[in-house]
């Protein structure tokens, strides 16, 4: 079953950082009281000092005029190759902010916003999370492969994984 660990602000915003800046691209969900909800991926361009999320976002898009009426959000992280999850769920903010554009500007943002930074279409997107949740290995992916092959041949579980509330 593996071990939880729920986690304080200080290790918590070190584990949201470690899982979101590694994986970079997270799967965006809005319109949450739709089934289906609406998803998309987002590449993360930063997760900031008090833990909120930055994107890049066109402010003609669809996520904008949807978080514009409802700006509920839930971000799904997902690096199989190093068994490390993460959900956050949180509320989203547009937000058009020259010095905040600088400093996290990239040149792969200009693939969307051709004028680059003073494109009229770029937005930032702040997600402020109220839950996050991670899912991880406690001794990395070979010692947990291990485990798994051997209890699979001995009919034990035996799982290295850990899991847990993020408190930020």
Request: overall charge negative.
């Given at each position: 079953?593996?071990?939880?660990?729920?986690?304080?602000?200080?290790?918590?915003?070190?584990?949201?950082?470690?899982?979101?800046?590694?994986?970079?691209?997270?799967?965006?969900?809005?319109?949450?009281?739709?089934?289906?909800?609406?998803?998309?991926?987002?590449?993360?361009?930063?997760?900031?000092?008090?833990?909120?999320?930055?994107?890049?976002?066109?402010?003609?898009s669809y996520k904008?005029?949807?978080?514009?009426?409802?700006?509920?959000?839930?971000?799904?992280?997902?690096?199989?190759?190093?068994?490390?999850?993460?959900?956050?769920?949180?509320?989203?903010?547009?937000?058009?902010?020259?010095?905040?554009?600088?400093?996290?500007?990239?040149?792969?943002?200009?693939?969307?916003?051709?004028?680059?930074?003073?494109?009229p279409k770029l937005?930032?997107?702040?997600?402020?999370?109220?839950?996050?949740?991670?899912?991880?290995?406690?001794?990395?992916?070979?010692?947990?492969?291990?485990?798994?092959?051997?209890?699979?041949?001995?009919?034990?579980?035996?799982?290295?994984?850990?899991?847990?509330?993020?408190?930020?």
């Open positions: 079953m593996g071990e939880t660990k729920d986690l304080d602000h200080k290790e918590g915003l070190k584990k949201l950082k470690a899982i979101a800046e590694d994986t970079n691209t997270c799967m965006m969900c809005t319109n949450l009281e739709k089934i289906p909800f609406e998803t998309r991926p987002m590449a993360t361009q930063e997760v900031d000092e008090d833990g909120n999320i930055w994107f890049f976002s066109a402010l003609d904008n005029k949807e978080i514009l009426a409802d700006n509920r959000v839930q971000l799904i992280y997902s690096q199989p190759s190093k068994t490390h999850y993460l959900t956050v769920y949180g509320h989203a903010k547009i937000i058009k902010d020259r010095e905040k554009t600088d400093e996290l500007w990239n040149i792969f943002a200009k693939t969307w916003f051709q004028e680059g930074k003073d494109d937005t930032l997107l702040k997600i402020v999370p109220e839950r996050v949740h991670y899912w991880d290995t406690q001794h990395g992916k070979f010692v947990t492969l291990f485990k798994i092959a051997l209890g699979a041949i001995t009919g034990k579980t035996m799982d290295g994984g850990v899991q847990g509330d993020i408190r930020l």
